[in-house]
């Protein structure tokens, strides 16, 4: 775990990170709430571009809870059973699309705790939505984040709740919108797991990580 960095250094890395893509956005697709909601649960343990290739016809037969409910479980699993643990999630599906409609008449809540209290929505899933959808400057904390924060120094932490303290607490907030999508993005395709491109990276000379010039 790296040593945190300081309020300077993270202001320039995150300078650099919105000159050189000022809107970053997330890779599921979706048409509405409910289907971001939807894909961001399928997502868990699966790529985007698989989630992307399950939902692609799916959400034009179910883009609502009532009509997924209407689609019913299995037909449900024709759609998703590319995707892991794909009978476990198709049964949280439908358990929230039913909440969802009889709960909250058919609308997606956009608090936390109500986000959170729905089958297969955890607190990464809630952040993701509220995020993308309410522009509420929410950290979801992925591998890649837990990664990238680790390793520069941006938001170091043991856990994936201290990275999100550590978003937070540092990250200057005019840059708290979009900052998870500016690491998700720089972990998944610059700062990689097994192969970091520190070579190419814009903020290397910002960052903590020791093995960089190996």
Known sequence: MAKQLDYHTIREIFTRFEAAEA????ELDHVNVYTLVVAV????????VGVNRATKELFKVADTPQKMLDLGEEQLIEHI???????????????????????????VPNSRAALESLPGVG????NVVLNMWWRYPAQAVDTHIYRFGNRSGVCPGKDVVAVERAIEDHIPVDFQLHAHH??????????KARKPMCGTCLIRDLCMFE???L
């Open 41 to 48: 649960a399928l997502s868990a343990q699966a790529t985007d």
């Open 123 to 126: 607190r990464k899933t809630a």
């Open 23 to 26: 809107e970053p956005v997330g």
């Open 211 to 213: 093995e960089k010039n």
């Open 182 to 191: 500016w690491m998700i993005l720089h972990g998944r395709y610059v700062c």
């Open 81 to 107: 059973k590319t995707i892991g643990l794909y009978r476990n999630k198709a049964k949280n599906v439908i358990k929230l699309s039913r909440i969802l409609v009889e709960d909250y008449g058919g609308e």
